[in-house]
């Protein structure tokens, strides 16, 4: 399995930014991935999954701007995330699990992406 994430970049507060994460080895319709972030001296924390049903969850602190969706044919799933605020700003990580579950917890998922970058400028 592996997991591609991409789309980040600097950005001011209030912009948006939406990343991807390819997925390949699995199809990826029958796993849930998660969205998961970590900013300098935090922990990991996960903030947005879709699961094999397609049912999505989200934490609190990003609900009403961040979006999780998947496109089957592009064996992709996207993180759309509008109003960022500065305190978004760490790594992103994509990450699989065969589990159908609404757990965002790390040790949950087996296969994990390398990250990319989201800085929001204030």
């Known amino acids: 399995v592996q997991l591609q994430a991409s789309g980040g970049g600097l950005v001011q507060a209030g912009g948006s930014l939406t990343l991807s994460c390819a997925v390949s080895?699995?199809?990826?319709?029958?796993?849930?991935i998660g969205w998961f972030r970590q900013a300098p001296g935090k922990e990991r924390e996960g903030i947005a999954c879709?699961?094999?049903?397609?049912?999505?969850y989200s934490v609190d602190s990003v609900k009403g701007r961040f979006t999780i969706s998947r496109d089957n044919a592009e064996n992709t799933v996207y993180l759309r995330m509008i109003s960022l605020k500065p305190e978004d700003t760490a790594v992103y990580y994509c990450?699989?699990?065969?589990?159908?579950?609404?757990?965002?917890?790390?040790?949950?998922?087996?296969?994990w992406g390398q990250g990319t970058q989201v800085t929001v400028s204030s």
């Open positions: 990450a699989a699990t065969p589990r159908n579950t609404a757990t965002m917890t790390t040790r949950v998922y087996d296969s």
């Open positions: 879709i699961n094999s049903g397609g049912n999505t």
């Open positions: 080895g699995i199809t990826s319709s029958v796993y849930t």
